[in-house]
């Protein structure tokens, strides 16, 4: 548990009063005694508040405050002897202040070069056996283009037929899912892998889901396969292969392909999801564990925010490309500048006031910086919970999602609770009810304007919740660190996507009905 100091000097302050209220009689100083408690509230309050008669809350208010001594919250290590052993040896190894800043800049050499050269070799272009490209692509890429974007009868997704691709699946196909709804026939597919029919594909499903379906590639691998258009096609049964179901269409389609392996496409060495993580993992633990200062902070944020960018989370790259590095680090830089001037607002008001002085390295980097690791793999480690977006439609539509919010919601109240108290403990309760007031208020108001619905992006949640965790204790340790790993995640996945979407115009039609 965190300990708590005494903030002030009530002793002395007690003692000036009653002597100005004494008037050398028994009476007087009873009198004195008995009005002494009632100003309790005003004399324990912190230094900034006193002699502002005017900034003072009302007796109905005055318990908001605070008690009547403040405690600043603080965490006492447990085996201090042990947590402090990192430091040492870095002042034994390191006595000096240059060399601590050399030993500083070869480690992040040493983790950049760790870093960058798997990631380039993974990313190389390779070739068939006919020595054409093999190109790159996304898990959602199809041949044939949804709702009107091939034009009159298909023309700009020509050819239907006798044309063949060598193509790259990334890692994790298997879970992107549709999450707007697609009729396919007379089946509303939503929340499932586009995939129609097999081995016959019909021309608008995922390709690398398909080949997932088909046994070419694994979802935890990805691979490499060969696509061969065979025109139209005339009925794709619904079958199941590999943990993907298709989806049955009893008609004709102007376009299908059929999949295959082909022992001539050289796949490349593969993703280095793995080792690439284990780097970024150890590099950033100890760094953690053997620095001090709080500034640390910039350095884990911007060494996290790249792995999730680059490895475990990349955005969409551009279609049929021959290597998807050159896009994902133009979209990298394009939202890492923007998240760096939020990150040092957070550093600013929250982590700074969380990490200063604190004297726990060690259950630092399990409580803050796991959290941090465990909220930017929110791909992975929330990958459970049947919410995919907090949208009225979606939690309709997914089965479970209100029972999964619903207990989320318990949890975010148990944890309110708990961080209001150890703000009410520092006294400052008021101030950050106020400050929550405004984002509620700012979200109502959000709720009411027409034609467009409120999307609360997990980056936007992470921001609202963040300056309740402005305090050091081990809970706060923990929650700031998966909020910041959520905003990184968000961020650097889908950049600073906008909490305000457009709604079909018969849903705002039947909205204002």
Known sequence: MAANTEWGNGSANHADIELSNSRGDDDGAEEGAHLLPRHEP???????RRGDTSQRPSRKTAWLSGPQTLRKQTIQPIFSELQSSPTRVLSRMCPTSRSRRRMQAAFLALWLLLFTVPLLWSSMPTTDGHGQDVVNLDCIDTLFK?????????????????????????????????????????????????????????????ICASAIHAGIISDGSGGCGRLDRIGRQEGFPS?????????????????????????????????????????????????????????????IFTAIFLHVGLVSDPPGASVYNTSTLPDHLAKLVARFLPAMFCAAVIY???????????Q?????????????WFGALSNLTFEW????????????QQSGAKLALAFIIIAISCIVVQQAYSLWLEGRLMRYLALYALFIG??????????????????????????????QTRPSLLYQGILLGLFVNGVARWGFASWKHQIHFAQTVLLTL
């Open 42 to 48: 005003d004399l324990e309050e912190p230094l900034s």
């Open 385 to 396: 919970i049947p919410i995919t977006r907090l949208t009225s439609h979606d939690l309709e």
């Open 239 to 299: 079958s199941q292969g590999h943990g993907i179901e298709s989806v049955g269409f009893d008609s004709y389609f102007p376009m299908a392909f059929t999949l295959s392996k082909d022992p001539g496409v050289r796949c490349g060495p593969g993703e280095f999801r793995g080792f690439l993580f284990f780097v970024s993992l150890l590099f950033t633990s100890l760094f953690c564990v053997f620095t001090i200062s709080e500034r640390y902070f910039f350095v």
């Open 348 to 358: 600013k008001f929250v982590v700074a006031r969380t990490l200063s002085n604190i």
């Open 442 to 471: 700012g979200i109502l108001f959000c709720l009411m304007i027409p034609g467009v619905e409120f999307r609360l992006h997990h980056y936007v949640l992470a921001l609202l919740l963040l300056p309740g965790t402005s305090i």
């Open 146 to 206: 949804w709702k009107n974007e091939c034009g009159l009868d298909g023309i700009d997704c020509r050819p239907f037929s006798n044309k063949t691709l060598a193509f790259r699946c990334p890692v994790g196909c298997k879970d992107v899912k549709i999450l707007n709804p697609r009729l396919v026939g007379a089946t509303d597919v939503i929340f499932r892998p586009l995939v129609v029919g097999g081995p016959e594909y019909r021309g608008d499903s995922f």
């Open 360 to 372: 726990a390295p060690i259950e630092k980097t399990i409580l803050w910086l796991g959290g941090f």
